[in-house]
């Protein structure tokens, strides 16, 4: 019987992954309201970027964007993910339609000059990749409730704290579209095909809406 | 024809202590490439679970941020503070293959002297480099130098 469930599962991913007409689920809690569904949004932000600007979510009111928790001085996982964002950034480099976003979980030591340093040492653009600071505990409210990843603070973990090495892909309307394991080369891969599946689904959508 | 034995014996005595010293010697080399061996297998098994998550599995580093473990020349100048690096962290700029690094590492304090010496010959007899072999007693006396220039004399 589960192997009968796991082809069918197969089949189903298959199913949503051919075709040309692809698109990506909305994805994150969601309730019913009278006759229609209401999705998990991205709660309201402001936080500072690595160039002293705010960053909130009219930042990203017409484009997509790829969300990620970080710290500097991180050992374990963080340079695996910040080596596959990098990955993804050069493939939509210049592209106005995505952005990303780096939030530390390290406000204490990350100040905006060490995100600045860091962002330059990495070799991205301040407009399209932006590194931002915050209070600690908005910034984990934040990863916990909206983009479903885990932050903490551990003095036994490697550099002081454990968090998910998730990257998730968010849309104009603040919908979570898309969530890929940052620490695993194939599920980035999943994320660079989807990219695009997004940017025209958000294409057509704004052509809809200038011909209305 | 009978005077002639003892000095064959002789000649033939010789000889044979000559061998064996070779021999010892010989082996005393094999033991210490040996050890040198098993150092560098243990390296990379550390290397990996330690190290590898910022310096990538073939020394290169990342971008700005983490320099590489390819500048022989870097090693063997520094190689009395490398183990102090690894203990401790480092948090100062360097210059390596000609590039400005200075992001900082943080240590790892609970790595042994035996450890440190088995990741240190790892790394200086991979990427491309080829040194000695680090003992056990050259990297306790290093970490000693370095505790003491943190604590003060």
């Known amino acids: 019987m589960k192997q009968v469930i796991a082809l069918l599962g197969i089949g189903l991913l298959v199913g949503c992954s051919g075709g040309k007409d692809r698109t990506l689920p909305i994805l994150g809690r969601q309730e019913i309201q009278g006759s229609d569904t209401v999705y998990q949004q991205i709660a309201d932000f402001r936080f500072m970027n690595q160039d002293s600007v705010w960053v909130t979510n009219q930042t990203f009111s017409n484009k997509a964007y790829v969300a990620d928790f970080f710290f500097t001085s991180c050992p374990s996982i963080c340079p695996i993910m910040k080596k596959q964002m990098l990955r993804v950034y050069k493939a939509f480099e210049g592209n106005p339609g995505i952005s990303f976003l780096s939030h530390t979980i390290d406000p204490r030591h990350d100040s905006v000059p060490v995100l600045k340093k860091y962002a330059a040492d990495l070799g991205v653009s301040s407009e399209q990749w932006h590194f931002v600071t915050g209070p600690r505990e908005t910034v984990y409210a934040l990863a916990e409730n909206s983009y479903m990843v885990a932050a903490l603070e551990d003095e036994n973990a490697p550099g002081g704290f454990i968090h998910g090495g998730h990257f998730i892909l968010v849309d104009e309307n603040r919908h979570i579209r898309g969530i890929y394991d940052g620490t695993e080369e194939a599920s980035v891969n999943q994320l660079i095909r989807d990219i695009p599946v997004l940017l025209k689904e958000s294409e057509a959508a704004g052509n809809s809406k200038t011909s209305e | 024809m009978m005077r002639r034995i003892p000095a064959l014996l002789a000649t033939l005595v010789i000889i044979a202590a000559g061998l064996s010293a070779a021999g010892l010697l010989g082996s005393c080399q094999n033991e210490q490439e040996l050890l040198k061996k098993k150092y560098i297998a243990e390296g990379m098994v550390l290397y990996r679970s330690q190290c590898q998550n ?100």
């Open chain 2, 54 to 153: 910022c310096h990538q599995i073939d020394g290169t580093g990342f971008e700005k941020l983490i320099p590489p473990l390819t500048d022989t020349l870097y090693l063997r100048q520094n190689r009395d503070r490398l183990a102090c690096i690894i203990r401790y962290g480092m948090d100062e700029p360097i210059v390596i293959h000609g590039q400005l690094y200075d992001q900082p590492m943080i240590g790892n304090q609970r790595l042994t002297a035996m450890e440190i010496a088995e990741i240190l010959t790892y790394i200086t007899n991979a990427f491309g480099n080829k040194q000695e072999m680090f003992t056990i007693e050259e990297v306790q006396r290093a970490l000693d130098r370095c505790r003491q220039e943190q604590t003060g004399p």
